[in-house]
């Protein structure tokens, strides 16, 4: 149960747009297409923002997009804001029926 | 509304023991799986276990499996997670969430409970 591998940091400037990588095995990202992403303010809970690789859950902002390939997951954020950054988590299901998350991306909006 | 409310954390020894509860409002508590995941200080988050809606199905992070007991009772739309034998790397903030409306992912989470263990 290794976590995900992410970049431990992004950055870019308002209204550009970014991705995070997150890249893991054939037995949790590449083996279904259960791939989750959370964002996380400090001191607050996660937050889910994107469920089964691309799909948004009600009240997500559509600047939010996940997409797969391979055992390689990539959420990309759109238009970026200055309420955008904050930490984000990959996660995914695993042929094991356990869960694994990522390392963790710090976003920073310059 | 969906809420859910975690209790019981504190300060406990190493080799000790702790019950972590989390009350569930808002939703039909039976009828979805339920989660704990933790992130000790400055950290990321780990998966630490699910329960299936009927109580039947756990699953364990490997890093508490043995240690850790996952579960729930229906009847008073609480989760709990008994946690023996803890280390000092088991401290966190533990999460409950729920896989409400959502199949694999954990789209509801509680505000955690901070778990210290330590001498």
């Known amino acids: 149960q290794s976590a995900l591998t992410q970049p431990a940091s992004v950055s870019g400037s308002p209204g550009q747009s970014i991705t995070i990588s997150c890249t893991g095995t054939?037995?949790?990202?590449?083996?279904?297409?259960?791939v989750s992403w959370y964002q996380q303010h400090p001191g607050k809970a996660p937050k889910l923002m994107i469920y089964d690789v691309s799909d948004r859950p009600s009240g997500v902002s559509i600047r939010f997009s996940g997409s797969k390939s391979g055992n390689t997951a990539s959420l990309t954020i759109s238009g970026l804001q200055a309420e955008d950054e904050a930490d984000y988590y990959c996660?995914?299901?695993?042929?094991?029926?356990?869960?694994?998350f990522g390392t963790g991306t710090k976003v920073t909006v310059l | 509304e969906v809420l859910l409310v975690e209790s019981g954390g504190g300060l406990a020894q190493p080799g000790g023991s702790l019950r972590l509860s989390c009350a569930a409002s808002?939703?039909?508590?039976?009828?979805?799986?339920m989660g704990w995941v933790r992130q000790a200080p400055g950290k990321g988050l780990e998966w630490v276990s699910i329960i299936s809606n009927s109580g039947s199905s756990t699953y364990y992070a490997d890093s508490v499996k043995g240690r850790f007991t996952i579960s729930r009772d229906n009847s008073r739309n609480t989760l709990y997670l008994q946690m023996n034998s803890l280390r000092a790397e088991d401290t966190a903030v533990y999460y409950c969430a729920s896989r409400y409306a959502v199949n694999k992912a954990f789209d509801y989470w509680g505000q955690g409970t901070l778990v210290t263990v330590s001498s």
């Open positions: 808002g939703f039909t508590f039976s009828s979805y799986a």
């Open positions: 996660s995914s299901f695993t042929t094991s029926s356990t869960y694994v």
């Open positions: 054939s037995s949790d990202v590449g083996g279904y297409n259960y």
